[in-house]
């Protein structure tokens, strides 16, 4: 069954209720912080990423940001904002920025809903998978720099050398 048959055709659905949906379905730990907003948590290889996910009907765009704790060297700084920038250029779908006053690095990305679109469960899944996966990808490399005292071209090879399988 897909994901979609879980939902009943309707005018009009709920994005975030189809979030809280794929949240329960995944067995993510989650928090209906609003009607428009759910924070979750969502288990990776390296760690555990915070998504948040809002609705604003406003400007009809779903918002994701997934986020993780990073807390780099002062003197990294440089270098960490290099490789930042170097991945961005990697990607399509999304991008990294560093909060600095958080200490958190994070995958922003916005899905413009305009005209009274919706959005089905299987493209919101996906969204959630694609950042996800980015923050997986790229979480070496940003270690690398960070403490590692690599040079950021030598991190993204890391980054761009996507492994097949598992040893």
Not at 13 to 32: G, M, Q, S
Not at 134 to 161: N, S
Request: charged share 25%.
């Amino acid at each position: 069954m897909s994901l979609a048959e879980d939902f009943t055709l309707s005018d009009e659905i709920d994005p975030i209720d189809i979030v809280e949906t794929l949240a329960e379905y995944h067995d993510w730990e989650f928090d209906r912080v609003a009607d428009d907003q759910i924070a979750m948590a969502v288990e990776g290889q390296w760690r555990t990423y915070s998504l948040t996910l809002a609705w604003s009907a406003r400007d009809e765009t779903l918002r994701l940001i997934c986020t993780f704790e990073m807390e780099p060297p002062e003197h990294r700084m440089p270098e960490l904002m290099e490789v930042l920038n170097r991945i961005n250029d990697q990607v399509w779908c999304g991008a990294f920025t560093y909060w600095a006053e958080q200490r958190l690095m994070v995958w922003r990305y916005g899905l413009l809903l305009s005209g009274s679109q919706s959005a089905g469960p299987e493209q919101i899944d996906r969204m959630i998978g694609s950042a996800v996966m980015a923050a997986e990808r790229f979480y070496p490399a940003f270690q690398l720099v960070a403490w590692g005292d690599k040079d950021p071209e030598a991190a993204m090879q890391v980054a761009i050398a996507e492994a097949y399988g598992r040893a």
